[in-house]
């Protein structure tokens, strides 16, 4: 059924120290850019985190309560290509944060942008079903796709094709030159409640896969969207039974999540359950060094090996709902809509630093080529170059 009903997924309530400083930054007032040096802002404690710019993309009014602004972007050049709630997608100079272009939309962006280096173009979905390929290089719509359902998650990029998840629990494969629909798979929407949010699809060879709000895991034939193997990862419950998670494929094992059920390890070939880990509200899984991470609402950020061992476990206050970590050499980065960016050690998941400009941070990062520079949208709708180290 759609509309669905949602359920915003929990914060972090585990108790825990706070071991680092918040670096808080006033916001920007119309599209400028800030030298890091300005006496508005104060260098963080801990010294990891060093503000290089930052640039307003989309004013928020000044009471209005609980901003939030989801979007990352993608590297295309010299270039950052980014969309925000405003209804527009930027192109942002990495050298000193100038918007060299703006494009408007029809719908608010809240999710992640890719770029096709094949194509030479960027896709970003929108809260209204559109699918846009953007050019990169002056922010001209080379073409649209008008879908059932918001589409907020990153695109997977095939050879010719591009395949595109809705919140409509439907995954739709587009030609990537034109745009024309190839072909359609959707489930039906369980009744009542189910969790906000839902999985990017994932290439495997000639398999994509994807999970559904029925707590199912499909993979189907990249050509035909036919089914080649469906597994629930439901476990015993009935309710909350969403995969949300992004399947993240490693030498013939499938990691996901469910919601109710935990993580997940499965063979490819078939789906079949290798191993479970209980752990309910599991989040975005990362798999970085042979290491799984991933967060659950109450039991904090974890790290376990790949075959569901877990090695370590820390909580974290109040961080909201937070997103996939990566990495930037010892350190782990993740964002949490209600903490900021918080960075944590990646050996054993101490918190070294948090920086929140003010409102929190639900955008996930986007990691600079060397690794040491990462690209955030704030809550309060700024754009932030950050080095870390």
């Not at 994932?202 to 469906?230: E, M, P, Y």
């Amino acid at each position: 059924m759609w509309p669905r009903r949602r359920l915003a997924r929990r914060g972090w309530n585990a108790l825990a120290g706070l071991a680092g400083a918040v670096l808080s930054l006033s916001a920007c007032a119309s599209v400028t850019v800030r030298d890091a040096k300005s006496t508005e802002e104060r260098a963080a404690p801990a010294g990891i985190v060093h503000v290089r710019w930052r640039t307003e993309l989309h004013a928020h009014k000044l009471f209005e309560p609980r901003p939030e602004e989801c979007a990352s972007g993608a590297l295309a050049g010299d270039h950052l290509v980014i969309g925000s709630r405003g209804g527009s997608i930027v192109g942002v100079r990495l050298a000193d944060g100038h918007v060299d272009w703006a494009t408007a939309l029809t719908g608010g962006i809240d999710g992640p942008a890719r770029f096709d280096p094949k194509q030479g173009q960027v896709y970003v979905g929108a809260d209204d079903g559109s699918f846009y390929a953007i050019d990169p290089h002056d922010g001209r719509v080379r073409w649209t796709y008008r879908a059932k359902g918001e589409i907020d998650r990153e695109a997977e990029i095939g050879a010719d094709t591009v395949y595109v998840a809705t919140a409509a629990d439907r995954v739709i494969a587009l030609d990537a030159t034109t745009g024309k629909w190839r072909w359609q798979y959707e489930r039906e929407t369980p009744d009542g409640f189910t969790i906000h949010g839902y999985g990017s699809p994932r290439l495997l060879g000639s398999q994509l896969l994807i999970g559904f709000a029925d707590g199912n895991l499909v993979s189907l034939q990249t050509a035909t969207g036919d089914i080649t193997w469906s597994r629930s990862l439901a476990a015993v419950s009935d309710q909350f039974v969403d995969v949300d998670s992004t399947p993240i494929l490693d030498r013939g094992t499938v990691y996901a999540a469910s919601y109710s059920g935990g993580v997940y390890g499965l063979d490819a070939k078939d789906g079949a359950v290798r191993w479970r880990l209980p752990t309910e509200g599991a989040g975005p899984l990362s798999l970085i060094g042979g290491r799984l991470y991933f967060a659950a609402p109450r039991e904090g950020l974890h790290a376990i090996s790949t075959d569901g061992q877990i090695l370590w476990r820390q909580g974290l206050a109040d961080a909201g709902d937070v997103t996939a970590p990566v990495s930037m050499g010892r350190y782990l980065v993740f964002s949490g809509s209600r903490g900021g960016l918080f960075i944590v050690d990646a050996a054993n998941g101490d918190l070294l630093e948090i920086f929140n400009p003010g409102q929190g941070i639900c955008a996930a990062a986007t990691l600079d080529s060397d690794g040491r520079r990462l690209y955030i949208l704030s809550n309060g709708g700024t754009l932030y170059a950050l080095d870390v180290g």
